[in-house]
């Protein structure tokens, strides 16, 4: 991932790893909202990439910045909106030490979008691609990422837990999950079948 991160920078900045120690520390000791969802995400834009062989309408610099810094901040008590508000600020402090092709602005904004209310931001591919992990057709890969996001709340009693993650997984049900044509076409009924079988679970225990 490094070379990915580093790309992003200045030539020759000797800010960059420091950035990236800055990085690796906020998402160390996370469940899941850690680097390997990063790498996963960038995973699924290469995909994307490969199926559709669209030009990107968002400069890939600013995508590939927007996933890695999306979850540097992630506080399980946050309001909605609160950590990627914060996760934004996160670029206003390298924004001096990046590439002068990238526009940080537009990064903090797909950063927006990937909250729950980031629906009136526009159609974002950060924010599929942030959600694709909903649509895995791997059981084990579904069993671990239920499992981490449970772990990032184990704080909260396993009850109040299952109520309140089955009110939020029935809130995704009653929506459009992916706004991108090629993920909402590929992604959007097994996504559904997944968070309905967690649901269904939960409600057992």
């Known amino acids: 991932l490094k070379p990915i991160w580093t790309s992003l920078f200045l ?20 469940a899941y909202h850690n680097l390997t969802h990063v ?16 030009e990107l309408k968002t400069s890939e610099k600013d ?8 979850d540097v901040v992630y506080d399980v008590y946050a309001l909605e909106g609160e950590n990627e508000q914060e ?17 940080p602005r537009e990064a903090m904004t797909m950063i927006m979008s990937t909250a729950q209310t980031g629906d009136k931001l526009g159609v974002s591919l950060v924010r599929d691609l942030d959600l694709a992990i ?8 579904w069993y671990k990422y239920c499992k ?9 009693p396993e009850q109040e837990y299952n109520i309140k993650r089955v009110e939020f997984l029935q809130s995704m049900l009653k ?26 679970f939960l409600q057992k225990k």
């Not at 995508?63 to 999306?70: G, M, R, W, Y």
């Not at 909903?134 to 890969?141: E, F, G, M, P």
Request: hydrophobic share 45%.
């Open 63 to 70: 995508i590939l910045l927007a996933i890695f810094t999306h």
């Open 11 to 30: 030539k020759g900045n000797s800010c960059v790893n420091e950035s990236w120690e800055e990085l690796i520390a906020a998402y160390r000791g996370r």
């Open 175 to 200: 929506k459009q999950i992916f706004h991108i044509a090629f993920f909402f076409n590929k992604f959007e009924e097994k996504a559904k079948e997944n968070l309905q079988k967690e649901i269904d």
């Open 39 to 54: 790498a996963y995400m960038l995973n699924m834009l290469k995909v994307y990439k490969a199926y559709t062989g669209d």
């Open 148 to 156: 981490g996001i449970r772990e990032e709340y184990k704080n909260i």
């Open 134 to 141: 909903l649509a895995t057709s791997d059981i084990c890969v």
């Open 87 to 103: 996760s934004s600020l996160f670029i206003d402090k390298i924004s001096a030490w990046l590439s002068l092709d990238i526009n």
